[in-house]
Protein backbone atom coordinates (compact mmCIF):
# COMPACT_ATOMS: atom_id res chain seq x y z
CA UNK A 1 0.00 0.00 0.00
CA UNK A 2 2.95 2.30 0.54
CA UNK A 3 4.72 2.02 -2.39
CA UNK A 4 1.67 2.87 -4.43
CA UNK A 5 1.17 6.31 -2.46
CA UNK A 6 4.44 6.70 -2.49
CA UNK A 7 4.29 6.48 -6.73
CA UNK A 8 1.42 9.08 -6.54
CA UNK A 9 3.11 11.60 -4.22
CA UNK A 10 6.10 11.33 -6.64
CA UNK A 11 4.02 11.93 -9.85
CA UNK A 12 1.94 14.82 -8.33
CA UNK A 13 5.52 16.66 -7.10
CA UNK A 14 7.21 16.60 -10.24
CA UNK A 15 4.26 16.48 -12.78
CA UNK A 16 3.94 19.83 -14.80
CA UNK A 17 0.55 21.71 -14.53
CA UNK A 18 0.52 22.09 -18.30
CA UNK A 19 2.55 21.46 -21.63
CA UNK A 20 5.97 21.86 -21.66
CA UNK A 21 6.88 23.29 -24.83
CA UNK A 22 10.49 23.70 -25.60
CA UNK A 23 11.38 26.33 -27.63
CA UNK A 24 15.22 27.15 -27.88
CA UNK A 25 18.08 24.64 -27.29
CA UNK A 26 18.04 22.35 -23.98
CA UNK A 27 20.45 19.55 -23.71
CA UNK A 28 18.11 17.01 -22.60
CA UNK A 29 13.85 16.90 -21.77
CA UNK A 30 12.28 14.63 -19.09
CA UNK A 31 8.60 15.09 -18.20
CA UNK A 32 7.16 12.81 -15.79
CA UNK A 33 3.05 12.85 -16.04
CA UNK A 34 2.77 15.67 -18.49
CA UNK A 35 3.27 15.99 -21.99
CA UNK A 36 6.22 17.34 -24.09
CA UNK A 37 6.18 19.61 -27.48
CA UNK A 38 9.29 19.96 -28.85
CA UNK A 39 9.60 23.24 -31.23
CA UNK A 40 12.80 23.88 -30.39
CA UNK A 41 16.13 21.74 -30.56
CA UNK A 42 16.81 18.94 -28.13
CA UNK A 43 20.66 18.16 -28.11
CA UNK A 44 19.98 14.88 -26.08
CA UNK A 45 17.58 12.59 -25.39
CA UNK A 46 14.06 12.89 -24.48
CA UNK A 47 12.18 11.18 -21.85
CA UNK A 48 8.57 11.44 -21.46
CA UNK A 49 6.44 8.81 -18.19
CA UNK A 50 2.77 9.40 -19.08
CA UNK A 51 2.13 11.65 -21.18
CA UNK A 52 2.45 12.45 -25.05
CA UNK A 53 5.31 13.97 -26.84
CA UNK A 54 4.88 15.94 -30.22
CA UNK A 55 7.98 16.68 -32.13
CA UNK A 56 6.39 19.72 -34.16
CA UNK A 57 7.58 21.15 -37.52
CA UNK A 58 11.25 22.37 -37.40
CA UNK A 59 11.54 20.71 -34.11
CA UNK A 60 14.74 18.57 -33.53
CA UNK A 61 15.44 15.56 -30.99
CA UNK A 62 19.35 15.10 -31.26
CA UNK A 63 19.43 11.58 -29.04
CA UNK A 64 16.58 9.29 -28.75
CA UNK A 65 12.78 9.48 -28.02
CA UNK A 66 11.66 7.17 -24.80
CA UNK A 67 7.59 7.67 -24.77
CA UNK A 68 6.50 5.35 -21.61
CA UNK A 69 2.61 5.03 -21.37
CA UNK A 70 2.29 7.92 -23.83
CA UNK A 71 2.42 8.45 -28.07
CA UNK A 72 4.80 10.08 -29.97
CA UNK A 73 3.97 12.34 -33.05
CA UNK A 74 7.15 13.60 -35.06
CA UNK A 75 6.78 15.82 -37.51
CA UNK A 76 10.16 17.31 -37.59
CA UNK A 77 13.55 15.27 -36.89
CA UNK A 78 14.87 12.81 -34.57
CA UNK A 79 17.82 11.81 -35.31
CA UNK A 80 18.34 8.58 -32.66
CA UNK A 81 15.78 5.82 -32.51
CA UNK A 82 12.10 6.30 -30.86
CA UNK A 83 10.83 4.19 -28.13
CA UNK A 84 7.34 4.13 -27.32
CA UNK A 85 5.69 1.63 -25.05
CA UNK A 86 2.30 1.65 -24.21
CA UNK A 87 1.08 4.25 -27.04
CA UNK A 88 0.64 4.58 -30.57
CA UNK A 89 4.12 6.18 -32.56
CA UNK A 90 3.07 8.19 -35.88
CA UNK A 91 5.61 9.99 -38.50
CA UNK A 92 8.78 7.92 -36.54
CA UNK A 93 8.71 4.17 -37.55
CA UNK A 94 11.80 2.25 -37.07
CA UNK A 95 14.01 1.66 -40.15
CA UNK A 96 13.49 -1.89 -41.26
CA UNK A 97 17.43 -3.08 -40.53
CA UNK A 98 16.83 -2.04 -37.22
CA UNK A 99 13.43 -4.84 -37.09
CA UNK A 100 15.70 -7.49 -38.71
CA UNK A 101 18.96 -6.81 -35.74
CA UNK A 102 16.05 -6.71 -33.18
CA UNK A 103 15.11 -10.25 -34.34
CA UNK A 104 18.60 -11.40 -34.02
CA UNK A 105 19.15 -10.15 -31.13
CA UNK A 106 16.61 -12.51 -29.19
CA UNK A 107 16.96 -15.31 -31.25
CA UNK A 108 20.65 -15.37 -30.28
CA UNK A 109 19.52 -14.62 -26.50
CA UNK A 110 17.00 -17.47 -26.83
CA UNK A 111 19.36 -19.96 -28.01
CA UNK A 112 22.05 -18.83 -25.65
CA UNK A 113 19.77 -19.53 -22.52
CA UNK A 114 18.00 -22.64 -23.84
CA UNK A 115 21.67 -23.92 -24.75
CA UNK A 116 23.60 -23.17 -21.67
CA UNK A 117 21.14 -22.90 -18.90
CA UNK A 118 17.94 -24.60 -19.80
CA UNK A 119 16.43 -24.96 -16.49
CA UNK A 120 16.00 -20.86 -16.09
CA UNK A 121 13.62 -21.05 -19.26
CA UNK A 122 12.19 -24.36 -18.69
CA UNK A 123 11.16 -23.29 -15.38
CA UNK A 124 10.09 -19.95 -15.47
CA UNK A 125 7.91 -21.11 -18.78
CA UNK A 126 6.20 -23.86 -17.09
CA UNK A 127 5.35 -21.44 -13.96
CA UNK A 128 3.83 -18.66 -16.68
CA UNK A 129 2.32 -21.61 -18.17
CA UNK A 130 0.30 -22.61 -15.34
CA UNK A 131 -0.95 -19.34 -13.61
CA UNK A 132 -0.04 -16.49 -16.58
CA UNK A 133 -2.73 -14.25 -14.40
CA UNK A 134 -0.28 -14.49 -11.57
CA UNK A 135 2.84 -14.04 -13.82
CA UNK A 136 0.96 -10.74 -15.13
CA UNK A 137 0.25 -9.11 -12.03
CA UNK A 138 3.59 -9.99 -10.61
CA UNK A 139 5.28 -8.41 -13.27
CA UNK A 140 2.75 -5.02 -13.47
CA UNK A 141 3.49 -4.58 -9.45
CA UNK A 142 7.32 -4.77 -9.79
CA UNK A 143 7.08 -2.44 -12.97
CA UNK A 144 5.15 0.23 -10.96
CA UNK A 145 7.66 -0.36 -7.86
CA UNK A 146 10.11 0.11 -9.97
CA UNK A 147 8.94 2.97 -11.60
CA UNK A 148 8.43 4.56 -7.92
CA UNK A 149 11.98 3.84 -7.24
CA UNK A 150 13.29 5.11 -10.15
CA UNK A 151 11.11 8.83 -10.13
CA UNK A 152 12.24 9.17 -6.53
CA UNK A 153 16.12 8.14 -7.52
CA UNK A 154 15.74 11.19 -10.14
CA UNK A 155 14.81 13.02 -7.33
CA UNK A 156 17.00 13.24 -4.79
CA UNK A 157 19.69 12.76 -7.23
CA UNK A 158 20.95 14.76 -10.44
CA UNK A 159 23.47 14.44 -13.06
CA UNK A 160 25.47 11.35 -13.02
CA UNK A 161 24.43 10.09 -10.08
CA UNK A 162 20.97 9.85 -11.14
CA UNK A 163 22.12 7.69 -14.10
CA UNK A 164 24.05 5.40 -12.00
CA UNK A 165 20.94 4.66 -9.64
CA UNK A 166 18.45 4.30 -13.09
CA UNK A 167 21.33 1.75 -13.87
CA UNK A 168 21.31 -0.22 -10.85
CA UNK A 169 17.93 -0.17 -10.67
CA UNK A 170 17.10 -1.26 -14.66
CA UNK A 171 19.62 -3.98 -14.60
CA UNK A 172 17.22 -6.60 -12.22
CA UNK A 173 14.60 -5.98 -14.35
CA UNK A 174 16.06 -6.47 -17.72
CA UNK A 175 17.94 -9.42 -16.60
CA UNK A 176 14.50 -10.67 -15.92
CA UNK A 177 12.57 -9.49 -18.73
CA UNK A 178 15.68 -11.16 -21.39
CA UNK A 179 15.10 -14.92 -18.91
CA UNK A 180 10.84 -14.29 -18.57
CA UNK A 181 10.29 -13.71 -22.04
CA UNK A 182 12.82 -16.73 -23.14
CA UNK A 183 10.48 -18.68 -20.41
CA UNK A 184 7.18 -16.76 -22.65
CA UNK A 185 8.72 -18.58 -25.50
CA UNK A 186 9.97 -21.88 -24.23
CA UNK A 187 6.20 -21.90 -23.13
CA UNK A 188 5.17 -21.16 -26.99
CA UNK A 189 7.32 -23.60 -28.28
CA UNK A 190 5.57 -26.22 -26.29
CA UNK A 191 2.14 -25.34 -27.77
CA UNK A 192 3.35 -25.25 -30.66
CA UNK A 193 5.28 -28.73 -30.76
CA UNK A 194 2.71 -31.34 -32.18
CA UNK A 195 2.34 -28.83 -35.31
CA UNK A 196 5.87 -28.72 -35.85
CA UNK A 197 8.06 -31.34 -37.98
CA UNK A 198 9.86 -33.76 -35.90
CA UNK A 199 13.94 -31.97 -36.62
CA UNK A 200 11.73 -28.49 -35.24
CA UNK A 201 9.91 -30.36 -32.17
CA UNK A 202 13.51 -30.07 -30.05
CA UNK A 203 13.54 -27.64 -27.33
CA UNK A 204 15.57 -25.47 -29.22
CA UNK A 205 13.97 -24.90 -32.77
CA UNK A 206 10.79 -24.57 -31.21
CA UNK A 207 11.61 -22.03 -28.47
CA UNK A 208 13.67 -20.32 -31.24
CA UNK A 209 10.61 -20.44 -33.57
CA UNK A 210 8.43 -19.28 -30.62
CA UNK A 211 10.47 -16.22 -30.21
CA UNK A 212 10.75 -15.63 -33.79
CA UNK A 213 6.62 -15.59 -33.71
CA UNK A 214 6.77 -13.19 -31.17
CA UNK A 215 9.04 -10.73 -32.12
CA UNK A 216 7.51 -10.47 -36.02
CA UNK A 217 3.90 -10.28 -34.40
CA UNK A 218 5.15 -6.94 -32.27
CA UNK A 219 5.59 -5.32 -35.62
CA UNK A 220 2.07 -5.52 -36.57
CA UNK A 221 0.77 -1.92 -35.77
CA UNK A 222 -1.33 -1.41 -32.48
CA UNK A 223 -2.11 -4.74 -31.92
CA UNK A 224 1.89 -5.53 -32.08
CA UNK A 225 3.09 -3.43 -29.32
CA UNK A 226 0.20 -4.27 -27.02
CA UNK A 227 1.37 -7.81 -27.21
CA UNK A 228 5.13 -7.71 -26.69
CA UNK A 229 3.98 -5.09 -23.72
CA UNK A 230 2.06 -8.07 -22.29
CA UNK A 231 4.29 -10.54 -22.89
CA UNK A 232 7.33 -8.26 -21.11
CA UNK A 233 5.17 -7.66 -17.74
CA UNK A 234 4.44 -12.04 -18.32
CA UNK A 235 7.50 -12.88 -18.99
CA UNK A 236 9.37 -10.26 -15.93
CA UNK A 237 6.71 -11.62 -13.27
CA UNK A 238 7.05 -15.26 -14.16
CA UNK A 239 11.00 -14.72 -13.53
CA UNK A 240 10.66 -12.52 -10.36
CA UNK A 241 8.03 -15.33 -9.69
CA UNK A 242 10.56 -17.96 -9.93
CA UNK A 243 13.61 -15.88 -8.49
CA UNK A 244 11.48 -15.91 -5.59
CA UNK A 245 10.56 -19.52 -5.72
CA UNK A 246 14.10 -20.40 -5.64
CA UNK A 247 15.12 -18.24 -2.93
CA UNK A 248 12.12 -19.93 -0.59
CA UNK A 249 13.41 -23.61 -1.54
CA UNK A 250 16.74 -23.00 -0.41
CA UNK A 251 15.97 -21.40 2.94
CA UNK A 252 13.46 -24.68 3.27
CA UNK A 253 16.56 -27.27 2.29
CA UNK A 254 18.84 -25.15 4.70
CA UNK A 255 17.05 -24.66 7.18
CA UNK A 256 16.88 -27.91 9.04
CA UNK A 257 20.66 -28.10 8.71
CA UNK A 258 21.40 -25.34 10.48
CA UNK A 259 19.12 -25.91 13.59
CA UNK A 260 20.76 -29.77 13.80
CA UNK A 261 24.28 -27.60 13.97
CA UNK A 262 22.51 -25.48 16.92
CA UNK A 263 20.61 -28.24 18.77
Not at 60 to 89: E, K, M
Amino acid sequence: MILPLALTAAIHVVAPSGTVVVEGRVPEAVVVAGDLQVAGSVTGNVVVVFGDVTVAPGGQVGGDVVVLGGSLLNRGSVRGRSWVVGGQSAGAAAPLPWMWVRLGLWLLLAFALVASVPRWPREVGELVGRAPQHAFLAGLGALFIWLALAIFAGLVSQGGAALLLWGLLALPVLLCKVVGLVGVAWGGGCVLRPLLPLTWRGELPRTGLAMAILVVLSWLPWFGPALWVVANVVGVGGALSWVVRQLALGRAKHGPAVLREVA
